[in-house]
Nanobody, 118 residues
Framework: HVQLVESGGGLVPPGGSLRLSCAAS????????MYWVRQAPGKEVEWVAG???????????SYADSVKGRFTISRDNAKNTLYLQINSLKTEDTAVYYC?????????WGQGTQVTVS
């Protein structure tokens, strides 16, 4: 069955950095676009970044305006792992971060990892 397991969150001061990871299993990871989304306390889920499934030479990434220039999404298809490098953290980045994909029109995501900027 499909599993997405996020890790790497924590408590960091403003301006700090973290690298989130998402270990994927139960599906052909390399064939699917992958995403990071987040949910801050009391707010709706917000799309953060996405990355195509194309070979690395043609791979493309896109970002929400709120994180552009600070966050970098990447993937290692050999390790079935998705990453999110987050730099220059701001207090408004505090949220639970989820990796996600869409398989057969059904969104799938993991249990999330908490990022607290304070």
């Amino acid at each position: 069955h499909v599993q997405l397991v996020e890790s790497g969150g924590g408590l960091v001061p403003p301006g700090g950095s973290l690298r989130l990871s998402c270990a994927a299993s139960g599906f052909t990871f390399s064939s699917y676009w992958m995403y990071w989304v987040r949910q801050a306390p009391g707010k709706e889920v917000e799309w953060v970044a996405g990355i195509t499934s194309l070979p690395s030479l043609f791979r493309a990434a896109s970002y929400a305006d709120s994180v552009k220039g600070r966050f970098t999404i990447s993937r290692d298809n050999a390790k079935n792992t998705l990453y999110l490098q987050i730099n220059s953290l701001k207090t408004e980045d505090t949220a639970v971060y989820y990796c996600a994909t869409i398989i057969a029109t059904i969104p799938r995501w993991g249990q999330g990892t908490q990022v607290t900027v304070s």
